[in-house]
């Protein structure tokens, strides 16, 4: 089973063929590698001429142009795979390289395209929060410019509305009726009256104590009833006789 995608960049697409998994080695991973439907492996290469020729792979290293070595591997999950152009028995220059990871064969990117792609995401991601944070942003000629978020909308309608203590004036009415008061103190000065000490001897209450009652009237006094009767009050006199009206 293979996944292709015929296009020019090969870092976005990868190749398997399920057939071969099961049994996939050091001595036969270059062949699985060069199967016709693997769009990593080029068919003009020294390894398609040496296999047509049914050589070995030392071989290789007598020919000119463009090879496929075994770089590493790791049994049983992960095969290193080199692309290089040979310009003598002791002299290659690296193309690319291929990693088979379960049978899986994607090709490794190089350090351009790794630094590209970071800074891509780098940007892309400052981008993004640059859009967000001038979605926040308000402006009113009178207010200037101030943040406004969405959580605080959801923020205000959960939180309970607290009614605000009126003050019965604000501080610029107390700051000028101090000012008022000040100025009608300035020019209308409380007076300020001095007494001397003999009026203020003269003015002054005499306190009198009064008598004390000797101790054989007090008790006198104990003796008699609180209550007195009343005395007997005249005859009441009758009521005046009616007499006859004349006709």
């Known amino acids: 089973m293979a996944s292709l995608d015929l296009r020019d960049n090969l870092l976005g697409i990868s190749w398997v063929d399920s057939g071969w998994v099961p049994i996939l080695n050091p001595g036969n991973v270059l ?49 290193i795979v080199r692309k290089q152009q ?39 991601g400052i981008q993004s929060a640059f859009d967000e944070a001038m979605s926040f942003c308000r402006y009113h000629p009178s207010k200037g410019y101030w943040w406004h978020f969405k959580d605080q909308e959801e923020r205000e309608k ?45 003015h002054t209450l005499e306190v009198r104590k009064e008598p004390e009652l000797p101790a054989e009237a007090v008790k006198q006094e104990e003796r008699e009833p609180a209550t007195k009767t009343p005395a007997p009050s005249g005859a009441s006199k009758a009521p005046p006789e009616k007499r006859a009206r004349l006709q």
């Open 31 to 79: 062949d699985y590698f060069s199967e016709r439907s693997n769009p990593f492996y080029d068919r003009t290469c020294n390894n398609e001429v040496v296999k047509m020729q049914r050589l070995t792979l030392d071989h290789l290293n007598q020919m000119v142009g463009v090879e496929y070595i075994l770089l590493h591997a790791q049994e049983p999950i992960l095969y």
């Open 86 to 124: 040979r310009q003598s028995p002791t002299q290659v220059i690296p193309v690319a390289d291929y990693y088979i990871i379960a049978g899986v064969v994607y090709q490794a990117p190089d350090l351009g395209s790794v630094i590209s792609s970071r800074v891509l995401s780098a940007v892309h």
């Open 158 to 202: 959960v939180k309970p509305k607290s009614k605000k203590k009126e003050e019965p004036s604000s501080m610029f009415q107390r700051q000028r009726v101090d000012a008022l008061l000040l100025d009608l103190r300035n020019k209308f000065p409380p007076l300020y009256y001095q007494v001397s000490i003999t009026q203020a001897r003269a």
